[in-house]
Nanobody, 118 residues
C-alpha cells in the first residue's frame, strides 16, 4: 500500500518559515519525481516545486528564491523549506509522487494546512 504522509504545516506570521515533510512508503522512492502542490480557498491547485529522481529542481515563479525543495532518498522523504512566507502562501500543501517508466504511476498525500497570518 502506497502512502504519502505530509507534516510540518501550521500557523506562521508573515516573514516566518516552515519546513514541510512528506514521508513515502510502498514505492521505490528514488525512482519517483516528487512535487509539492498547493490549493488556496477558491483557487485552482498549482504546482509549487518539483524535484526529479536525479535531483533536478523547478519552482513556480511566485516562490523562487523563497522556497527550497529537497529529498533524502535514504529516508524516503521530500522536504519543502519555506522562507519569507507571505499571506498569499496560505493554502493546503500536498505531496505528489510521479513515475513514468515503465508506465505512469502517480500518488498523492492528504495535504497539510499552511496559514500565514499576523
Amino acid at each position: 500500500q502506497v502512502q504519502l504522509v505530509e507534516s510540518g504545516g501550521g500557523l506562521v506570521q508573515p516573514g516566518g518559515s516552515l519546513r514541510l515533510s512528506c514521508a513515502a512508503s510502498g514505492i521505490i522512492f528514488n525512482r519517483y519525481a516528487m512535487h509539492w502542490y498547493r490549493q488556496a480557498p477558491g483557487k485552482q491547485r498549482e504546482l509549487v516545486a518539483g524535484i526529479s529522481s536525479a535531483g533536478n529542481t523547478n519552482y513556480a515563479d511566485s516562490v523562487k528564491g523563497r522556497f527550497t525543495i529537497s529529498r533524502d532518498n535514504a529516508k524516503n522523504t521530500v522536504y519543502l523549506q519555506m522562507n519569507s512566507l507571505k499571506p498569499e502562501d496560505t493554502a493546503i500543501y500536498s505531496c505528489n509522487a510521479v513515475r513514468r517508466i515503465p508506465a505512469l504511476f502517480t500518488y498523492w498525500g492528504q495535504g497539510t494546512q499552511v496559514i500565514v497570518s499576523s
